[in-house]
Structures are given as C-alpha cells and as structure tokens.
C-alpha cells in the first residue's frame, strides 16, 4: 500500500484561500497531537476569516493552529473510512466582516499514534536529542487498516492511505496536497 503525507497546498496557485484564526485564544493548541479522545472540547469554538485577505472557501482549511480542519463536504467523502480513526469536534467558521458562517467545519482529531517511521527508507537529522525528518519512510505492516494517523515520531503531520488519496483527487478536494511517502 502507498501511503502520503496530507500537507496545506499554500503556495502561488492557492494565495487566495481562506485562512482560519481562532476568535479566542486557543488554550492548548497541542491538544489534538497527543492521540486521544478529547471529552472537554468546546462545542462554540468560533474561528474567523477575514475574505480581504483571502477568499477561496476549501474543503481543507488553512488556519493558524495548524490543526487539520475538514469540511462537512470533506467528511461525507472520507466517511466510513476513516470514521474508526478520528474524532469529529465541530467548530464555526464565520466571515469576519458579515458574522455569517462560511460553511459546516470540523476539526479531525486523529487517534492512531503508530509506531511505523521506517528509518531505513527516511531521510532525517538530528537537532540535539530532536529527530528531524525531511522524507517520511513508512512500515507498512505496521499501519494495518488505519485510513488517517500519525506517527509517534512525528506527532505533527498526518498521513493517510492511498484509497483516502484517490478520493481526494477524485473528487478535487481543495486545500490540501500529498506526498509520497517511501513504503518499506
């Protein structure tokens, strides 16, 4: 099985997306990189978007906790397959100018912290006792039917499967771009 790194596609091409700012200091912005349930999120968390500097409305949205947010389009896409491995938390996101919300969104607490970076097929450094890796290698057997996860290594990126990556392009989801991971 392939698998990819799930990224924002940013850039040039994508200058005029929308980008998401929490309308309340976020208290723990690590919450959602540790793996587990969270029971006490805040169900009128409100995130804004201020259409003067963007105004492209993408299914995944660029926000500055560097959260992975889908849309509610997103998640019909994804549905059964990657129902088992996540945590919906619902969210607003709304114009900043107008109050009015741009779409359904929801941030994607992703539960599967594997232990499957394959070092071998990696290209990593080291910053003092800190691995740093640049190309991701990936144990497949150690993945097993996980659809979305991250790695214990490297608690910040998501990674998903191939059958996720071609229903993403697909059907044209907008916001985000994937890497080819190196399979061992």
Known sequence: MQYYKMVSDGGPKRQNDVVAKPRTKV????ILFEGTAINNWNNDMTFECDFKEGYVVTEYLCNVCGWDIFSE???RLFGDLIS???QLLPIKVINKDTGREIDKYFVVNIIPFLD???LE??????????????????KEEKVGRHHIFRLKDSQFSAFVSEEFYKIAKKNKMVGCDFLKVKTG
Not at 121 to 138: E, F, Q
């Open 27 to 30: 208290k723990d912005e690590y």
């Open 121 to 138: 097929n990696s290209v990593y450094d080291y910053c003092g006792d800190d691995l740093s890796v640049i190309k991701y290698g990936i």
């Open 73 to 75: 389009k997103a998640i």
């Open 84 to 86: 088992n491995d996540i």
């Open 116 to 118: 499957a970076l394959d």
